[in-house]
């Protein structure tokens, strides 16, 4: 079973903070993808990491990948309003899932206010 | 370039009513997918398609078919809706290992 496990649940800060989420597994992934979902709207991929220790960033937003490939993280700088949303962590494979599709984490729901 | 196009948005059904969500892709995508999402359960794949005339169970299949005829389309039949049926449902598209595409969703109510 890869179980793809996200914390915080729950995030709300002031604008302009800093935050971490996570994304946790106790396998190996051969990648890792992350998604934010806005209300009413379907996920968008944000960025999908490959090789253990990556590091890509995308404007404020920083996305790691464990050098051991089973964990990743999503650090945001100097949050705002607009990054509000439900940032979702998905791998290929699962229980009972081909490895050629993706298991989704739970997400942690994002909430910045102004 | 409309990606992947769901319809109907909202639709609200009876039990034990049938019924087809559509999607189609215009990104000539082999993989299509259908995901459900309810609160504090993520996204919860149901079908899949590798190509057309390819389909095959994702972890929640009990109570919806699909097919794949063509490479565009990839319909979700709801057999004999029940009220644990309720939930958003997703279409999602990608070429081998890629970022899926998801269409904007179904929300979908059964009384």
């Known amino acids: 079973t890869q179980l793809l496990e996200q914390s915080p649940q729950f995030l709300s800060i002031q604008e302009g903070e800093n935050l971490t989420v996570y994304c946790n597994s106790s396998?190996?992934?051969?990648?890792l993808q992350w998604y934010r979902q806005e209300p009413g709207e379907g996920p968008v991929l944000l960025v999908t990491?490959?090789?253990?220790?990556e590091v890509k960033k995308l404007k404020r937003l920083t996305f790691q990948f464990g050098d051991a490939r089973k964990d990743s993280s999503l650090h945001i700088t100097a949050a705002q309003p607009g990054d509000t949303g439900l940032y979702l962590c998905?791998?290929?494979?699962?229980?009972?899932?081909?490895?050629?599709?993706?298991?989704f984490g739970s997400g942690t729901q994002l909430t910045v206010l102004p | 370039n409309a990606g992947v196009t769901q319809t109907p948005k909202f639709q609200v059904l009876k039990t034990g009513q049938s019924m087809t969500l559509q999607c189609a892709q215009d990104?000539?995508?082999?993989?299509m997918s259908w995901y459900r999402q309810d609160p504090g359960m993520g996204l919860r794949l149901i079908h899949y398609?590798?190509?057309?005339?390819?389909?095959d169970q994702g972890e929640v299949p009990n109570g919806y078919n699909v097919s794949r005829s063509t490479t565009e389309d990839f319909p979700l039949r709801l057999l004999s809706a029940a009220p644990s049926q309720t939930s958003v449902y997703f279409c999602?598209?990608?070429?081998?290992?890629?970022?899926?595409?998801f269409g904007s969703g179904t929300r979908l109510t059964v009384v």
């Open positions: 999602a598209s990608s070429y081998w290992r890629g970022g899926y595409t």
């Open positions: 396998s190996v992934f051969s990648s």
């Open positions: 990491v490959v090789t253990g220790g």
């Open positions: 998905a791998g290929p494979g699962g229980e009972r899932v081909s490895a050629r599709q993706l298991t």
């Open positions: 990104m000539n995508h082999e993989y």
């Open positions: 398609s590798v190509g057309a005339g390819i389909t």
